[in-house]
């Protein structure tokens, strides 16, 4: 009887895992999004600059030019953050996945 009970509550314990986990992976895709978009702005700014280099001289928007660089140069360090802190959570939920599935072949018929 209570091998029959505990059969019974770890089916929907398995799924909550599973679901929990495929939630995560979800999320880290989403961060991921952020980090190529948040990537992608400098590179949005600079085409912009370079599109409109011949309206202005670089010494006397000097002041302007440097900040504007600073802050794109961390936009670019913080997209790479991202990018690269979603693929390795993405990896490791990939990881704990496989060991579900190792563990419970019942979920791994529905997952693969």
């Known amino acids: 009887m209570d091998a029959m009970r505990d059969s ?4 929907p ?4 895992e599973a679901q929990l986990l495929l939630a995560e992976k979800r999320t880290s895709l989403s961060v991921m999004r952020t980090g190529i978009a948040v990537l992608a702005l400098p590179s949005s700014v600079f085409s912009v600059l370079i599109a409109t280099s011949r309206y202005y001289d670089f010494l006397r ?13 961390l936009l670019v360090i913080l997209g ?6 979603s693929v390795y959570r993405m990896r490791r939920y990939d990881h704990l996945m496989q060991g ?6 019942a979920i791994a018929e529905l997952l693969d």
């Open 13 to 16: 314990t398995i799924i909550g």
């Open 80 to 85: 790479f953050y991202l990018i690269i802190r």
């Open 8 to 11: 019974a509550e770890s089916g």
């Open 61 to 73: 928007v000097m002041h302007f030019l440097i900040p504007l660089l600073i802050l794109n140069g």
């Open 100 to 105: 579900l599935k190792r563990k419970h072949s």
